[in-house]
């Protein structure tokens, strides 16, 4: 595709639901990234895959949240049990993977819990 | 915490001025630091990036200003048009093959431009 996809690009889930958010990178972007973003403010670092290997998840801020990428290309981000404070919008980023490429941002996925 | 600090939260300039949007950090090992563009409903693009070795970079009517010394960078967008409202993020990054992609963001500044 042209750019970064993100499905769905809203969701609205109940307290305690899980939630599964997909991404499709540009094809054959090798780096994959994930970030959060609450209302006015900047995104928070999530996660980042290099192909299929997750080299960081220090920014997951519970063992609620799941990321995996599993043929290298689609990732989905999983929430478990959702809470408020979950409610943000996810976004999605990929690039080539050379060091200072340009990381390309998906429109994001508008999570909110009720 | 916040490892990239960014001001003002927002600003209104007319149609030519030239907003200033200011960054600090405290990290040495940032090494990259790109500017992106949010338009409401959309995700961040890429403006503009400079790394510490030159102290000013132009693109268009985009311009970022470096100072290592004091671990500070500036945009500034030169002859400004109300197309350029947007939120604005300055970033940092490190040079690493593992951390490069692993961006802090300032928290943002919303700039409208008034005709």
């Known amino acids: 595709g042209a750019g970064v996809s993100q499905s769905p690009r809203y969701k609205v889930a109940k307290r305690g639901q899980d939630v599964a958010l997909r991404c499709d990178p540009i094809?054959?972007?090798?780096?994959l990234f994930w970030y959060q973003q609450a209302l006015g403010q900047g995104p928070e670092f999530l996660t980042y895959f290099q192909n299929e290997a997750q080299l960081d998840k220090s920014g997951l801020p519970s063992d609620r949240f799941f990321a995996e990428r599993p043929e290298g290309s689609v990732s989905t981000l999983k929430i478990q049990r959702t809470q408020q404070e979950d409610s943000a919008v996810y976004l999605c980023a990929s690039s080539l993977g050379n060091v200072y490429t340009e990381a390309f941002f998906g429109q994001g996925t508008r999570l909110t819990v009720v | 915490q916040q490892q990239v600090k960014q001001s003002p939260q927002s600003l209104i300039v007319q149609k030519g001025g030239i907003p200033i949007i200011n960054c600090a950090y405290e990290n040495t090992a940032f090494d990259y630091f790109p500017w992106y563009q949010q338009f409401p409903g959309k995700g961040p693009a890429l403006l503009i990036a400079?790394?510490?070795?030159?102290s000013e970079k132009k693109e268009g009517r985009f311009t970022i200003s470096f100072n290592k010394s004091a671990k500070q960078f500036s945009l500034h967008i030169m002859d400004s048009q109300p197309g350029d409202s947007a939120t604005y993020f300055c970033a940092a990054s490190t040079g690493t093959t593992d951390s490069w992609g692993k961006l802090q963001f300032g928290a943002g500044t919303q700039v409208v431009v008034t005709p």
């Open positions: 094809s054959g972007h090798v780096s």
């Open positions: 400079i790394r510490p070795d030159v």
